[in-house]
């Protein structure tokens, strides 16, 4: 909340020196002003691009915030901001409060992204299959020995419930996409509210298996290859295995906008997919959205 | 003139009695809009799935009970560390330093309680829990304990500073009476100081406690955010959820007017009545203390 807060802040900081700065263009209408919020995951990304968007179009003001894909879909469905990110799909619950409030998601797939599992440098466990990734987190391993590592207990690290990388990893690994399977994260699972916080304890703590997206797991960390099943090969996380299909904890990031976007929104969002907004994509450490 | 007097006089008077006022209105406001927002709660989950242990919001669990005892048991330990220390530490100020060094640790003292607590989560992150994971061999710092021990420091400030003034509000005479009939330093202040100073004390101390159980920030930077039910002394040492990171990190999620918006209204009423109850105990126990030194003195 108070990230949300301070993110708002710094954007409202630059949005007032800029607004000085191009005075002349009087580019202050809200025709020429993108409201753009929502999960943690793509908010560098998003960023980036702004960034990079606002420096070829001077007229257009784009302002980004996170706070987790929940918040994002909340605000567009309270009318608030123009363009909301998520790293899930819309639920049908909100899809259908959005509807009694007026208001029509409309899907846009801008990238994709892998989560990877991270671990820290001096656990020798390499590999795990889906099913084993599952039972450490559902509770049923609890030291590292049943799965092939040192005779230590496991700590499993998770993003806080409002994350929309918590409910794909409930949804793609704990339950192994099953809709009826009602497995849940061990109660001792710790819900941190950062990827920094996930990022700081695996690398402190030799205990610790975490799960984040590429773009955003840093180099001194080890990441687990995964197999979707025993007896098929172990798959590092990449640009490459998540475009053939090979990795199996890949996901579309999204962007929602209210209705089929129309003017600045539309060619902001035709950019976005455009090559050039691609490479930012592949440069962040995320893979580009396959058109 | 002397109308305009009086009439300054009404003027003031009531203004400071409305800002009096204020405080219970602004109090009984508050709490009107918790049970507002937080009772419907009642209506939409049953009363025995809210008194259930798991809690997991985005599939309707929403026991409450590991939040509360994870509040209560970082609490507890909070204050069995904030109370010596912060105690110790105002006797201390109080009756055995210096006056030189007296003025160095006043100050001091009180900057530690300007400290925003986001910073002392900082310091538990990167220092406190990769020391205390390795120093108690446990499987993860994050753990009721580092956030019990720096609730302890956010705690100690209220505690010393409270506690301070009380101990130096008692008369001298006391002292020195006790002085004549023969006690030491150390009885004076167990036997006659303490004693006499024991309702502001006992405020401190209650202040502490409240600063603890509302403290946010820090817990939800070092507690580890996991909702198991605390059952033991073992506890401590294991990752907990509490009410307020529980709320804080929910809050900006929850669609206005749901069912899990209504259940954080409701732990915040919970921890609501739960701060109002120790400031009654704390305030009846003063009550108390304060006749029987009257019928003493009478």
């Known amino acids: 909340m108070k990230r949300v807060l301070s993110l708002l802040l710094l954007a409202s900081f630059i949005f007032t020196s800029c607004s000085k700065s191009n005075n002349s263009s009087g580019s202050d209408s809200p025709a020429n002003y993108i409201e753009n919020k929502g999960s943690d995951t793509i908010v560098n990304l998003a960023l980036a691009w702004a960034e990079k968007y606002q420096g070829d179009h001077p007229e257009v003001r784009i302002s980004v915030t996170g706070g987790g894909s929940g918040t994002g879909i909340a605000a567009l469905v309270n009318g608030t901001v123009d363009i909301a990110n998520a790293s899930r799909k819309i639920k049908d619950e909100e899809t259908s409060e959005a509807q009694s409030n007026g208001i029509t ?16 440098p001096e656990n020798p466990v390499n590999e795990l299959t889906l099913q084993q990734i599952s039972d450490i987190y559902s509770g049923k391993y609890k030291n590292w020995n049943e799965v092939g590592g040192e005779d230590r207990p496991i700590v499993r690290l998770s993003r806080e419930t409002n994350s929309g990388t918590h409910v794909y990893f409930l949804e793609t690994v704990l339950r192994l996409g099953n809709k009826e399977d009602k497995t849940f994260f061990s109660t001792s699972t710790l819900l941190l509210p950062s990827s920094e916080g996930i990022i700081s304890e695996v690398r402190d703590n030799p205990n610790a298996i975490g799960y984040d997206g590429l773009g955003y797991v840093p180099k001194d960390l080890k990441m687990i290859a995964i197999a979707k099943k025993v007896g098929e090969p172990y798959v590092l996380p990449s640009i490459d295995t998540v475009n053939d299909k090979s990795y199996a904890i890949a996901r579309d990031l999204y962007m929602y906008t209210n209705g089929a976007p129309v003017g600045i929104i539309k060619d902001y969002l035709d950019w976005i997919l455009s090559d050039e907004a691609q490479q930012i994509v592949a440069d962040l450490g995320f893979v580009p959205a396959i058109k | 003139m002397e109308k305009s ?11 400071i009695q409305s800002s009096g006022y204020s405080a219970i209105l602004f109090v009984a406001l508050i709490f009107f809009f918790l049970l507002r927002e937080g009772l419907p709660a009642l209506g939409e989950v049953d009363v025995s799935s809210l008194l259930n242990f798991r809690w997991y919001p985005i599939e309707s669990y ?8 994870g509040s209560l048991i970082v609490t507890l330990g909070a204050a069995l560390i904030a109370v010596p ?54 499987p993860t ?13 956010i705690a100690v400030p209220t505690v010393v500073s409270v506690a301070e003034d009380a101990l130096d509000s008692v008369p001298r005479a006391y002292r020195e009476g006790a002085w004549a009939l023969g006690a030491t330093r150390w009885q004076t202040i167990w036997r006659v100081t303490l004693p006499a100073a024991k309702s502001g004390v006992l405020t401190a101390v209650m202040l502490g406690v409240g600063r603890a159980i509302g403290e946010t920030m820090t817990v939800m930077m070092v507690t580890g955010n996991a909702p198991v039910l605390a059952t033991g002394l073992g506890s401590l040492f294991a990752p907990v959820r509490t009410m307020t990171a529980t ?19 409701f732990i915040g009423m919970v921890l609501f009545i ?24 009478s």
């Open chain 2, 62 to 69: 929403f026991g409450i009970l590991p939040l509360i005892s």
């Open chain 2, 85 to 138: 220390f912060g105690i110790g530490t105002a006797v201390y100020i109080s009756e055995v330093a210096p006056r030189w060094m007296r003025e160095i640790l006043k100050p001091l003292v009180e900057l530690l309680g300007g400290l925003p607590s986001v910073v002392l989560g900082f310091l538990g992150i990167l220092v406190l829990a990769p020391f205390l994971r390795v120093f108690l061999n446990l």
């Open chain 2, 141 to 153: 710092g994050l753990t009721a304990f580092t956030g019990s021990l720096l609730l302890g420091g």
């Open chain 2, 5 to 15: 007097l009086s009439w300054r006089e009404f003027i003031i008077t009531r203004l």
């Open chain 2, 247 to 265: 709320i804080a990190a929910e809050m900006g999620e929850v669609a206005n007017g749901s069912t899990h918006y209504h259940v954080l209204f």
């Open chain 2, 274 to 297: 739960i701060s109002l109850i120790v400031n009654v105990i704390a305030s009846s126990v003063v009550f108390r203390a304060k006749k029987r030194a009257e019928r003493i003195l």
């Open chain 1, 105 to 120: 998601p409309v899907e846009h797939i801008i990238a994709r992204d892998a989560i990877a599992v991270i671990v820290n």
